[in-house]
């Protein structure tokens, strides 16, 4: 039995950054899934910030996603980054800039209005445009699967159900991004790192946000 115990929730993107690394690694590990609108009592003792994912192991308690995914790939065989120092710096330059790219992600589907709904999606799609010039394909680097590539799809995994609420416009013209984001969608550990009802699950949390995506989608339901 694997000492590994992760602390999730079904939708967040960084604890699926997480099992992402777990898949990939073949890493025996617990999963138990939380609900942060309604966090058990325990829950404040192990997660300072009050954010999943948390990863239990030894007695310890880690938190925030990248410090979770660094441990774990530094203490099991192989690694998910390139061997050369400044390759590697540039990857984890490019893992914080999904970051902010999730950022701009969550500042586009809480948007109350059409005129904020447009400008995050300009930011958004300026994101987009930017790592385009980065991309070797398949993947981010070529053909080698890494940490970085298991981030992005966490990103791209939202346009899966963005794509069924309105055209976006994010990826057009963009033809690496855009077979990057196809050779991600295939990958078993990225297809893998949600519960089944993931897509659903996600188009019900934003029909009850309140704000200019869910009125898309009461339209296109109307």
């Given at each position: 039995?694997?000492?590994?115990?992760?602390?999730?929730?079904?939708?967040?993107?960084y604890?699926?950054?997480?099992?992402?690394?777990?898949?990939?690694k073949n890493?025996?590990?617990?999963?138990?899934?939380i609900?942060?609108a309604?966090?058990?009592?325990?829950?404040?003792?192990v997660?300072p910030l009050?954010?999943?994912?948390?990863?239990q192991?030894?007695?310890?308690?880690?938190?925030?996603?990248q410090?979770?995914?660094?441990?774990?790939d530094?203490t099991?065989?192989?690694s998910?980054?390139?061997?050369d120092?400044?390759?590697?710096?540039?990857?984890?330059?490019?893992?914080?800039f999904g970051?902010?790219?999730?950022?701009?992600?969550?500042?586009?589907?809480?948007?109350?209005?059409?005129?904020?709904?447009?400008?995050k999606?300009?930011?958004?799609q300026?994101?987009?445009?930017r790592?385009e010039?980065?991309?070797?394909?398949?993947?981010?680097?070529?053909?080698?699967?890494?940490?970085?590539?298991?981030?992005?799809?966490t990103?791209?995994?939202?346009f899966?159900?963005?794509?069924?609420?309105t055209?976006?416009?994010?990826?057009?013209?963009?033809?690496?991004?855009g077979?990057?984001?196809?050779?991600l969608g295939?990958?078993?550990?990225?297809?893998n790192?949600?519960?089944d009802?993931?897509?659903?699950?996600?188009?019900?949390f934003?029909l009850?946000k309140?704000s200019?995506?869910s009125?898309?989608m009461?339209?296109r339901?109307?």
């Amino acid at each position: 039995m694997s000492d590994l115990h992760l602390i999730s929730h079904h939708l967040c993107p960084y604890v699926q950054r997480a099992v992402i690394v777990l898949l990939e690694k073949n890493i025996q590990h617990e999963r138990t899934y939380i609900d942060l609108a309604n966090k058990p009592d325990w829950f404040a003792g192990v997660s300072p910030l009050g954010r999943v994912p948390i990863l239990q192991t030894l007695g310890t308690s880690l938190f925030e996603s990248q410090v979770i995914v660094e441990y774990l790939d530094e203490t099991t065989p192989g690694s998910l980054h390139p061997d050369d120092p400044l390759e590697k710096a540039r990857h984890r330059s490019w893992i914080d800039f999904g970051s902010e790219t999730l950022a701009a992600i969550g500042a586009l589907y809480q948007a109350g209005d059409e005129i904020t709904f447009n400008e995050k999606c300009i930011i958004l799609q300026e994101k987009f445009n930017r790592i385009e010039t980065e991309i070797e394909g398949p993947y981010f680097a070529g053909d080698q699967f890494y940490m970085i590539d298991g981030v992005w799809g966490t990103i791209f995994r939202y346009f899966d159900v963005f794509d069924d609420i309105t055209n976006l416009d994010c990826m057009t013209d963009l033809t690496k991004l855009g077979a990057w984001r196809n050779a991600l969608g295939a990958r078993a550990s990225i297809k893998n790192a949600v519960i089944d009802g993931y897509n659903s699950r996600l188009a019900v949390f934003l029909l009850n946000k309140n704000s200019y995506i869910s009125t898309l989608m009461k339209m296109r339901a109307a």
